[in-house]
Every structure is written in C-alpha cells, then in structure tokens.
C-alpha cells in the first residue's frame, strides 16, 4: 500500500511540475507564455526572429512547442468570425463582391497621399501582426506607399459591413534581391507607425508552416481585391475570386515563349514563385490587386501562400497569374518582422 501512494505521489508530482512548465516560461525579450497564448508549435511560430533562442514549453504530437514572440498568437491568426464563414464561400465562385469585412480581416489596401486633399489606393496587401504588412516589392518601387487602410469593403460606403483603420507608413524594407522589371523576389514589408486595433473586421493571416515544401499543385485558393475586373473597371467593393494552383514547370514553359518573356520572367517561373489561375480563364488578379494575397484554408485556419505578383493580361485562358511564393521568404520575413 505505501509503495502504491508512493507511485501515485511522483506520478502527481510529474503532471503538477509538467503542468507549471508549459503554462510559463519566457524567450530572450522577456515575453511570458502559455499554452492558450503563445505556447505554439515551432513549425507555426512565424514571429521568431533568427536570433532568439528557443524556450521549449510543450511537447505533444510529435512537435515541439516554444515561446513565440507575441505579435500575433496562432489562435489570432488566419481565423474568421464562424458566422461570416460561409459569406466568403458564398461570395468567391465567379468572382464576387464580398458581403463583410469579416471574411478577409487580413486584407490591406496601399495608398499614395497625392496631395493633402487625394487620396488613391494602388495595391493590396496582407496583414501579418498588427504593425507589419506583405505585399508586393512592385507596389512599393513604382509608388510611394504612404499610408495602409485595413477593416475596408467598401470605399464609397460608410453604411457598409466594415470597420476601416487608417494607419501611416513609416518604412519599406523590399527584397534585397528584387530587381525592376523582373517580377523574382516580388516581396516587401510595410512598417507601420501604430498598431492596427484586431476585432472581427482586422485580424492577421497565418504564414505557412516553416518547413513547409507543398507545391499546392491542384489546390483551390482565394484572392482578394479591389483591382480592375474584367471589362476594365476598378470596383469599390472588395472583390474575391477562386482559382487553382498549377504546375510550376508547365506554367514555367508558357512564360518562357518570347513574345512574354522579355524582361519580367528572364528565366520562366521560379522556385519561388507559383501560378494560379482557371482552365476557361476568367478568373484571375488584375492590376491594383498588385501585393493582395492568395490564401487557402487549412482545418478552418487561412493561410498566406502567394502574394498577387503578375502576369500576361487578366483572366487569360493561356496564361495563369504570377504570385510570389511565400514559403520561400519565411527566414526573410521573420527578420523583418
């Protein structure tokens, strides 16, 4: 009998320290974690910079978990108010209006301050913690991106399902390897002068995993914008779209014909690009969506795959869009952050 207590003592002595472990512990900036905060699985911490050193808290699953940074937690992140899940779904087939804000929280709008009473929104973006915004590197070396909107569907509409916030841009790091006209390493940061406020209307988009080497061929994916649709036309309304991921190498062969390559795809499609679009076309980015994101869904959460980049036309049947891959730039984007 004693011996059995004795057992059923360190057993609970185990579970008591195990259980202190992994709701406290701290990185090297201080920041205290839990496991309903930022206790989170190493492969979905995008916030470590590449200096930190880990703090283990958990482990389970077969992956550790660590203290990560808190800009955004992984339960933040990627997720929609479960009532407007379907308003998206709803909204995508053919391309669409969207109804609310709700259904792309981490959607951006980039704009120029022409003059201090013109105002004009150039390019898309995607909200990854509350003072850090992705988008493309084009967007920001053709314009001068002054100032971010988030929680917006429509412009001309203050009676809308919406929520904007209004915020300055104080800095833009591009990709050091981005070099105008070629659209390879079309990525750049936004630095925002405050923190964006997350409710139901603004809340970041997850990065993909960190080890992460999906293709995504075949898979079906979400773009947004508020860019020209076919016919020309810019809208007010944020639109959205489905399209399908493609082989790299076969959309490589279609931008490496002369009469597309010249100056923009020297080398075809990239590694660290992808191609998206539909097999009867008309569905696709068009210019001034420029920077916005291509998501796909993952057991409810959505995640940041491609940044809109380029292409040949809009909607084009023969040529899918261009996006930049945005697994290839983890490391870049974590020491940006």
Known sequence: MWFSNTILYWVFFYFLISAFVVQECSTVDLVYC????????LSY???LKLSSELQYCRWGGGESFICCP???TFSECGVLASSFEHDMLAAVVGGFSVRTAKSAPWMVAVGEQLNPLQLEWFCGGSLV???RVL??????ERRRADIVRVGELDFLSSNDSAFPQDVSVVGVVKHPQYKAPS??????ILKLKNDVTFNDYVKPICLPKSNSKETYEGTIAMVTGWGRVLGGKRRSTLQAVQVTIVNNNNCSELYMRPDVKHFHYPNGIISSQLCAGHSNGGRDACQGDSGGPLVIVESGIHILIGIISSGAGCGSKTFPGVY???SSFLEWIRANL
């Open 34 to 41: 839990s496991n309903s905060a930022n206790c989170l699985p």
């Open 135 to 140: 988008t493309a590197a084009h967007c920001a």
């Open 183 to 188: 659209f390879y390493f079309d990525i750049a």
């Open 324 to 326: 930049t891959r945005v």
């Open 129 to 131: 913690s509350k003072n």
């Open 45 to 47: 911490c995008t916030t």
């Open 70 to 72: 808190k800009i955004h």
